[in-house]
């Protein structure tokens, strides 16, 4: 939505959002819609300035009643006047709660002529009262006069609920749906040490392009070794579940690692629509990050489903980690269970039959189940399919394996493969190979557009595409495994990373050598003058 030549993002998606600030002026004012799927309305409401909340767009917890802790509540705050506007610190905040909650402001924002801005909130409970469903509680801005309510489901650990959490990608609060397992009792057998209990596991699920997290979530029925994990790809809607999204999906992961305590080679991920296609991109960037992937109704790449305009080779360089079928030798390794309905008028059945072709070629163990006569969405069976299940069940991740291999396009979405790491690449944007065998104290090495990688494992010898390579006589070593950089043809042992190609030694392609959108990953500031 443009409004006399100032953009604003507008409701593409037809959510019904309480509207975005506007400024009209006396006489002929000039508004443009563009990039709306099919026919739009457009409201225009008259509102005093100053300061308001949106009803939007709210990232609101599940208290868990049996888990004190510190909640993260993120509401969304409209400058609706022509003046920027410091929203201060929390001193300018008043907090109508009840006694058993603490809720307290964090940060402080200025926010832009009919700009809008986020106020986080931090709730904290020792005990709630028994059999509460939802508390409320209000928060008012002294200064402005902004006021809301905000209301939160308080449920048990154990039962389907949404969490918050902080995220690095744009420092802002964030949701994402948690399905527990069911509660097991110990097993006489487990006591006594005579059988180990089955392992429980972790399924990421990735949600559809309109569903929200705590549905995606719910369509699981709960199981006794699985959690099930649903983060939130920047909304119901997001890019694929590519770059921030991608991003998104493994901050979860991270989170529900640590509170789920599961052993990470006990991880799969699965999803549907959007996240079938996530499914496919994160199982195809990241082969030993999971045990196994389950898409369902996915498309393969960005350009087969909904296609992209005509852009130069720099373009898609940059974004030439979500071509699937170039990886295909890496969803090899991660054993995918296809999902798919014979009649999907939304995603063809055609999309699953490309990739079940492309994988069986490449000499894939890949499953597959067609559903006859079925749609897009045919209940929760299209996601929590018993046989993807059991086929979770069958596998883990290798624990350093004696022989790794893998391809990446860009360092800066997957530069590691169990205990091999690309440090840099000869020519960014095309595909880099690695192929690693360790065995009697000796690690052969075959690499393709590479020219910096490190190696996790010590061995005496490494031959690295056939040349030779030792430690040489009182070398010292800058950590504990060796490096190797390609200098005029021939292989090199590095003793030291530069200050610019080390500053995280494992991540320097993310930070020296990726796309222009990768700036955004580090809060940049752009300056732009004005005189």
Known sequence: LIVNGEATAGDVYRYGFDGYPVALKAGRNEVYVTAVRGAFELKLRRVDAGLRFGERDRMLPDLL???????WVSLLLMNTTTEWVDHANSGHWEVDAPDYLEVHAYGRAQIAPLGLARVVFGVEFEQLPADLEEVSFTVRDTLHGAETEVRLRVRNSNELHRRTYYSWVDRSIQEYAVQPPLSRPARASDRAGDAPAAPIRLALSLHGAGVGCLGQAGSYQQKEDFWI???TNRRKFGFDWQDWGRRDAYDVLEEALDFTGVDPRHVYVTGHSMGGHGTWHLAANDPDGFAAAGPSAGWATFDTYGGRPQQDERWLRADAASLTLDLVDNLKQVAPFIIHGTADNNVPATQALTMLEALTRAGSNVELHMQGGAGHWWGGRCVDWPDLFDHFRRREIAESPDTVEFITVDPAVDAEHHWMYLLEQVEYGKSSRMKASF????????TDNVRLFYLGREAATVAINGQEMSLPEGAERFVEYPAFELHD??????????YGKSRDLFEPAASSSSPFKRAFDNHFLLVVGTQ
């Open 65 to 71: 009643r049996d888990k004190p802790a510190k909640y």
């Open 229 to 231: 994990v649903a983060p």
């Open 439 to 446: 065995q009697d104290d000796r690690i052969e090495v075959e």
């Open 489 to 498: 043809g021939e292989w090199r042992w590095v003793e030291h990373l530069t």
